[in-house]
């Protein structure tokens, strides 16, 4: 119970990360280090990745005039730079084209087979390579397109190798019955159980025709389903790192819940591996009320944003722009108000305020005073909030820290104070100064480039430290 294991989905690499990407990352990434705080930093692992082994990727490469395994190396690089560049603090970045991996798919497969929950038979139906998924006609718009991708699915005719997925329908049920927690928020579950009592039918989990991708253990015509591969990477990159595996958590994006609320938990009950400890499926942007998309020209780049106002406060944007779990738009304008008036204006501002009062009326010296810290309750609802994934609480209840801190600073105007009662100003100073520290602490985790600046201005037990701008101004 004292380790985490948290997962973001491992992405696919024929597009460039957007902020959808950078959303699920930063959350879980923000999610990583508020229990680090709590239990250390060996106690939790953190893993993202990219997925490799999809049949855009040969398209991608064909386009961009590189062989597969060029274009997967340079797209590779690129997400992972790209999340290190926005502070991603991953313990490990997986790629499915990595020996490990191909391993531990053998073996979750052997397993599998090993339980008599693979077949071969003839599979005749469609196939979405924009989705990497099959189709049901159940699934398709009136004009037979897939309605995500706008494009009509290949007809397949091949010999496939099946995974008998319905067998556990009923072990599913009973499953979610057991743990009612253990996806949420609770209507992606609701959403998962009506399909599981639709009915499951067995799914094809190879391609003959499939250039790329892992081959089957004992099939080398046969390349594995590259979702069937895809999920396992969960697995593959705890192999080596006893007690994590039982402490997994998935975060992953509404639109993925299926693969990994049904398919996932049936692999792993047919292979007798235990189960994650829980998902949770987060929501999905759109940005200035509208779907975001290459064909819409809107895709917002996170480095864009955090080179014009730095990591944290693409994280913190991000995050309180809507709950986690729920729906959400983006609008620049509103990233921009939050930015100029939650963090330069209420955090930073405060910040330099108290640090210059405290150098001018008390010469840089914190006043020892033991007064009793009034800000427990503030401190305990940030934990509250992080243990049931409310990020948005979360960093709400850091801004009414702040303000709190600031209407202390206004309403006892302790600069005129300072001049007609020093002794009692010295009392607003130091509670002044608890609500800063336990900011900072909170910063620690939310705003992890500025809370070394902020320890910085909070000085050593005698004296706080000098004066700085945390946000500076943008255009
Ligand atoms: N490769 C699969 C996942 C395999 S996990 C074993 C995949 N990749 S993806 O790159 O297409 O998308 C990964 C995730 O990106 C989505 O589940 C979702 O979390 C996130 N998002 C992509 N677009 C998004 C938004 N517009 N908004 C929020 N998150 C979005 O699916």
């Known amino acids: ?47 993202t990745g ?71 038979g003839k599979y005749t139906g469609k196939y979405c ?4 998924a099959f189709k049901k006609d159940s699934d398709l718009t009136e004009d037979g397109l897939c309605s995500d991708h706008k494009k009509i699915p290949e007809k397949i005719e091949e010999e496939n190798y099946f995974f008998r997925l319905s067998n556990y329908q009923d072990k599913l049920l009973k499953f979610y019955e057991d743990n009612p927690e253990w996806l949420t928020p609770e209507k992606r579950k609701n959403e998962i159980l009506s399909f599981i009592k639709e009915g499951l039918e067995d799914i094809s989990i190879s391609r003959e025709t499939a250039s790329l991708g892992i081959p089957m253990p004992n099939d080398q015509d046969h390349k594995i389903y590259v979702w069937f591969d895809a999920l396992i990477n969960y697995y593959t990159a705890v192999q080596d790192k006893p007690g994590f595996w039982n402490e997994a958590y998935h975060i992953i994006g509404k639109d993925i819940t299926r ?3 049904i398919i996932w938990p049936a692999m792993l009950m047919s292979a007798g591996i235990e189960l994650p400890k829980g998902v949770f499926a987060h929501g999905f942007f759109t940005v200035n009320g509208q779907k975001m998309g290459k064909s819409l020209g809107n895709v917002i780049d996170p480095l864009d944003l955090s080179a014009k106002y730095g990591n944290d406060a693409l994280r913190v944007g991000l995050l309180s722009s809507f709950e986690f779990g729920n729906d959400g738009d983006f609008s620049q304008e509103n990233f921009d108000a939050f930015y100029k008036t939650k963090l330069a204006g209420g955090v930073g501002n405060l910040f330099n305020r108290v640090i210059v009062l405290i150098h001018k009326f008390l010469d840089g010296k914190k006043p020892q005073i033991s007064g009793k810290n009034e800000n427990e309750e503030f401190w305990n609802e940030f934990v509250s909030a992080f243990e049931a994934k409310k990020l948005k609480e979360a ?23 300072a001049k007609t009662d020093l002794e009692k100003s010295k009392e607003i100073f130091t509670e002044l100064l608890q609500k800063l520290e336990l900011a900072s602490e909170m910063s620690e985790i939310l705003l992890p480039e ?10 050593n037990t005698e004296k706080v430290g000098e004066k700085g701008i945390l946000f500076p101004p943008v255009e």
């Open 129 to 132: 390579s924009g989705c990497e």
């Open 259 to 261: 693969f990994h609320c």
């Open 395 to 417: 960093i709400d209840v850091f801004l009414r820290l702040i303000d709190s801190a600031n209407e202390l600073l206004n309403e006892t105007e302790v600069w005129k104070l």
């Open 50 to 120: 990219t997925d490799e082994n999809s049949q855009k990727t040969v398209e991608a490469a064909e386009k961009a005039g590189k062989t597969p395994a060029e274009y997967l190396d340079s797209m590779a690089e690129n997400w992972k730079n790209t999340f290190q560049k926005i502070n991603v603090s991953f313990d490990d970045f997986i790629r499915t084209t990595e020996e490990r991996h191909f391993q531990t798919v053998h073996n979750v497969i052997g397993k599998i087979e090993a339980n008599g929950d693979i077949y071969k």
């Open 1 to 47: 119970m004292n380790q985490k294991y948290f997962t973001t989905p491992i992405y696919y690499v024929n597009g460039i990360p957007h902020i959808g990407s950078a959303y699920c990352t930063l959350a879980t990434d923000t999610l990583a280090r508020f229990w680090r705080k709590q239990l250390g930093k060996d106690n939790v692992h953190f893993l």
């Open 450 to 459: 500025t809370y070394p600046k902020m320890k910085a201005m909070l000085g």
